[in-house]
């Protein structure tokens, strides 16, 4: 049974964020195995984050970038100007692409295209057996693997997406905003919107977002998809060329217990995405730099997660989205165009102090939240 410092069952954007920064520390001689059973097979992801510059993990030839937000509601449009921060994309392939030729100057990291079948811990070690048949040993046991089938209960508020990338023969998009909510319609008690990432004035992402307890079939997101993109390009020819589609649970109870304390959860399983937005990446690389200072420091890593209030602000917002889904819109916009747009965002990164929060929190539409508070529950 082969033994290395470091498992990582699983390898997505968390596993390759802990292991990038892992050999940029002092433990960058560690031994280290990834199994993942997509291999080298990337996935169709787009994400992103804000910030004054750009990430020291984001790839290097791939910083595309807006300093404006815009939210609509019908013919209603709200343009926002960004002052210190800018909003960043990612794409999934070129992060990984990235990371994996970064990688191969360590030969102390290795990959298996398996997959993970089961993990106990013994008195010093745990021992991680693979469909395969390969059996390994090691110190610490980063978990990065999803169980699915926990997303179907229907008690759980899930954002459910696709979106495409499309091409158009003619000049459309405002290539300098970010179209953060284009607040549609409310059907069936759901709240659903557009997003638009134009990356020139004839290219864009464009998606589809619905919060639903229930699955929805992706055939039924891309008609919706299908339907917004008429109504936007109002009979302008498109080609689309790359697809994404996803669910992201928004609940703050969305965790996966670790039975050891060197056993230890990273990104979604690890309650990483924030409940309210969904938004994972920028936390993943705040927690895994505090993961290694303390791997460093003592060895002994802690539970990272948003502070204990964020989670009460996200369930007073969650609370909303379930009971009285058409006051969001009002919430959303309210939210932004009573504040600076560069005080929500932290807000939102949970990088605001109380002081900041309260100041946020006192310049908006009371009624909805006491409404919420009134009947607060945890979600």
């Known amino acids: 049974m082969t033994h290395y410092n470091y498992i ?30 997509q291999g ?30 815009s939210f609509s509601r019908g013919k209603e449009k709200t343009n926002l100007k960004l002052e210190n921060l800018n909003y960043y994309h990612v794409q999934a392939s070129d992060f990984f692409e990235n990371l994996s030729q970064y990688f191969e100057q360590f030969p102390t990291i290795t990959f298996s295209q398996d997959r993970v079948a089961s993990c106990h811990s013994t008195s010093s070690s745990f021992e991680v057996y693979t469909d395969g048949g390969e059996k390994f040993s090691c110190d610490f046991l980063f978990d990065s693997r999803l169980d699915m089938d926990s997303w179907k209960d229907e008690t759980i508020l899930k954002q459910q997406f696709v979106g495409w990338k499309i ?16 607040i549609l319609p409310s059907e069936n008690g759901q709240f659903s919107f557009g997003y638009i990432l134009p990356y020139d004035t004839q290219h864009a992402l464009v998606e589809y977002t619905c919060y639903s307890e229930k699955e929805i079939p992706y055939s039924q997101l891309e008609e919706k998809l299908k339907t917004y993109l008429n109504t936007q390009l109002e009979g302008i020819a498109y080609t689309p060329y790359f697809e994404e589609k ?5 609940s703050t109870k969305f965790t996966t217990d670790s039975p050891h304390p060197r056993w230890i959860n990273l990104g979604t399983r690890a309650g990483w995405s924030r409940p309210s937005t969904g938004f994972t990446f920028q936390f993943i690389q705040d927690y895994c730099q505090q993961l290694i200072a303390e791997l460093e420091s003592s060895g002994k890593p802690t539970l990272k997660k948003l502070p204990s209030r964020h989670y009460f602000y996200d369930n007073i917002l969650l609370n909303i989205v379930k009971k009285w889904p058409k006051q969001l819109e ?25 002081w900041e929060e309260i100041s946020i929190l006192s310049r908006v539409r009371f009624y909805p939240f006491l409404k919420s508070l009134w009947h607060y529950e945890k979600h």
């Open 40 to 69: 080298h097979s990337y996935p169709s992801k787009t994400w992103c984050y804000w910030a004054e510059k750009p990430l020291e993990i984001h790839p290097p030839d791939q910083k595309i970038k807006w300093n404006q937000l």
């Open 8 to 37: 990582f069952a699983g390898g997505g954007c968390a596993a390759y964020s802990l292991i990038y920064y892992l050999t940029k520390s002092s433990l960058h001689s560690k031994s280290i195995l990834v199994i993942d059973p």
């Open 167 to 182: 091409a158009l023969n003619q000049s459309l998009f405002d290539a300098k905003s970010v179209t953060w909510m284009d």
């Open 330 to 354: 009002t919430v959303f916009v309210n939210l932004f165009t009573t504040n600076s747009p560069d005080h929500v965002l932290r807000f939102l990164q949970a990088k605001t102090g109380i």
């Open 246 to 250: 996803g669910r992201i649970p928004m």
